[in-house]
């Protein structure tokens, strides 16, 4: 039996032989001792055991993470503490360069919260899409088009309603619902003018 673990175990990576001996309370008496054999035929020691076990853990919070993001219309969202420490600060850098231009260059009081809502928005839109959509021209489109849509919607909303009746969780389905609109849409007018294309030339 013992010769039938030495064999095994030999068989096996360093990895795998780090990984078996942090799980060591499962073997038996016979295993646990071909596996010390093998280990120490390696050199390695309870020091490589504990960093392997370290790297592993290490991975299980890469993978948790991972899990814990949440489909939302044909993409994955998931905002990070960095990534929402980003957009906050992005959206303040904004906020307060539109502050220090003169008053000229402001905008009506009754439109001011209405682009603020839909610059907030396109900001975390684009910062929560960054690894799937930042590469592709037509995410830009959209998303400026949508954003324009908005702005106009919310004015439109504010002067009928008031400001203090819509609350900041409408304003975000709204803009995605825009965003997954306007992205559809155009996605859609390219595989039709591609097909035509196609077609033209056969």
Not at 45 to 72: G, V, W, Y
């Amino acid at each position: 039996m013992l010769n039938d673990f030495s064999t095994e175990y030999s068989e096996r990576t360093d990895d795998e032989l780090l990984h078996l001996a942090s799980q060591r309370h499962y073997l038996t008496v016979e295993a646990g001792a071909a596996l010390d054999a093998e280990l120490c035929r390696r050199n390695l020691t309870e020091s490589d055991r504990l960093e392997h076990r370290r790297f592993e853990k290490r991975q299980e919070a890469l993978e948790s993470r991972k899990h814990r993001r949440k489909p939302i219309g044909p993409f994955k969202y998931q905002m990070s503490w960095r990534d929402i420490v980003y957009a906050f600060a992005t959206i303040a850098l904004i906020s307060i360069a539109y502050l220090v231009l003169p008053d000229r260059y402001h905008m009506k009081n009754e439109w001011e919260a209405a682009a603020f809502s839909a610059m907030a928005m396109w900001v975390i839109i684009a910062i929560a899409t960054k690894a799937v959509f930042w590469r592709k021209f037509t995410f830009w489109i959209a998303l400026t088009i949508s954003s324009l849509i908005q702005l106009i919607v919310v004015h439109y909303w504010t002067e009928r309603v008031g400001l203090t009746r819509i609350s900041g969780r409408a304003i975000a389905g709204l803009s995605l619902l825009l965003f997954l609109a306007v992205y559809g849409l155009i996605r859609l007018l390219q595989r039709v003018f591609n097909g035509g294309e196609a077609r033209d030339r056969a």
